[in-house]
């Protein structure tokens, strides 16, 4: 298992901008797919974007992109969530997860084997 913990949320107006970050620690953050997921009040929890540990390749759900833009740094062990023109409906706490090393990982939050605790983004109108 890696741990994960999440920092950076806060409430922000419409059209405004933050940056997510996910510290890992207790495994090989090279190795490791990072993922961001966010979860509203009373839906599901929703895959956000993910950067693979193979290649660079990141990958984004239609409503966050040309918005959100996924990051890491592997020598801090930390990957990122920029986040621009914020919308009220990307209110959620959101989530950094890792699915079992060396893993592609996927869309879907069950493939995922190690969660953070979550930070709230609150975007007003």
């Known amino acids: 298992q890696v741990r994960l913990v999440e920092s950076g949320g806060g409430l922000v107006q419409a059209g405004g901008s933050l940056r997510l970050s996910c510290a890992a620690s207790?495994?090989?953050?090279?190795?490791?797919?990072m993922g961001w997921f966010r979860q509203a009040p009373g839906k599901e929890r929703e895959f956000v974007a993910v950067s693979m540990w193979s290649g660079g390749s990141t990958f984004y759900a239609d409503s966050v992109k040309g918005r959100f833009t996924i990051s890491r740094d592997n020598a801090k062990n930390t990957v990122y969530l920029q986040m621009n023109s914020l919308k009220p409906e990307d209110t959620a706490v959101y989530y950094c997860?890792?699915?079992?090393?060396?893993?592609?990982?996927?869309?879907?939050?069950?493939?995922?084997?190690?969660w953070g605790q979550g930070t709230q983004v609150t975007v007003s109108s």
């Open positions: 207790g495994r090989t953050f090279s190795s490791t797919t």
């Open positions: 997860a890792a699915p079992p090393p060396y893993s592609r990982g996927t869309y879907l939050p069950r493939d995922y084997s190690s």
